[in-house]
């Protein structure tokens, strides 16, 4: 019997005979293969167009429409219904987009705060402690009440980290977080999601184009690999 104990018992993610195409560009990613530890770093790299971005998407339970199977964290997100899927979302991960996605009207410690207002059961009195100190440990604390258009772009960078961060997610997804970095904010930022993963005992997969970053990382996948134009 399986011991509820071992903390890779379970992958954290686990994808066999997986097939994914987009019709009309012909574009398919097929990965026969794939099994990640938990709280585990991965780094994952290819080339712009080679599926990076799909099979995080894949991973969210946003392209329902592949063959093979996928499991998060033990589950088969797919065989929730959609609102399901959601809410399992919400809670279990956190997701960093590449384009930061503030929100203009809302502060920096509101930016952080707001996935963890939208989980029920949830004490909100340990995530904004939990928050504060992700503020604190990013150097932020300062700008809680500063809204983005007074932030540079690394500092939005840490926000919106934060904000991934700050519900205790169990999977991070972070979509090339260093992008249009200069390279002493990409190594800062890129310690960062790995500290705070660890602290978390999350598993973190990072979508990466700088390949000096690489060494900081358990394991590395090249989508590319798996990727490819032809018929679905």
């Not at 585990?40 to 592949?66: C, E, H, R, W, Y």
Request: glycine share 8%; proline share 4%; with cysteine.
């Amino acid at each position: 019997m399986e011991s509820a104990e071992s903390p890779t018992a379970t992958p954290a993610v686990r994808i066999e005979d997986l097939t994914f195409s987009y019709g009309e560009a012909r574009f398919r990613l097929a990965i026969p293969d794939l099994s990640l530890d938990k709280s585990s770093q991965v780094a994952v790299i290819g080339p712009s167009g080679s599926g990076k971005s799909t099979l995080f998407d894949l991973l969210m339970g946003l392209q329902p429409n592949f063959g093979g199977t996928i499991r998060i964290l033990g589950e088969d997100l797919y065989g929730r219904r959609e609102s399901a899927r959601s809410s399992w979302r919400l809670e279990n991960i956190g997701f960093i987009p590449q384009n930061f996605a503030l929100l203009d009207y809302l502060t920096v410690r509101e930016q952080v705060l707001m996935p963890g207002k939208f989980l029920r059961g949830r004490d909100l009195t340990k995530t904004e402690q939990k928050a504060d100190s992700l503020l604190e440990r990013s150097g932020l604390v300062e700008m809680a009440s500063s809204y983005q258009d007074s932030l540079s772009q690394g500092e939005r960078q840490r926000v919106a980290i934060c904000r991934g961060l700050a519900h205790a997610p169990r999977l991070i997804l972070a979509d090339e977080p260093t992008g249009n970095l200069d390279p002493e904010t990409q190594r800062n930022i890129t310690s960062m999601l790995i500290d705070e993963s660890r602290r978390l005992a999350a598993t973190l997969l990072m979508i990466t184009h700088d390949h000096s970053l690489l060494s900081e990382f358990d394991q590395v996948i090249d989508v590319s690999k798996w990727s490819g134009k032809g018929d679905a």
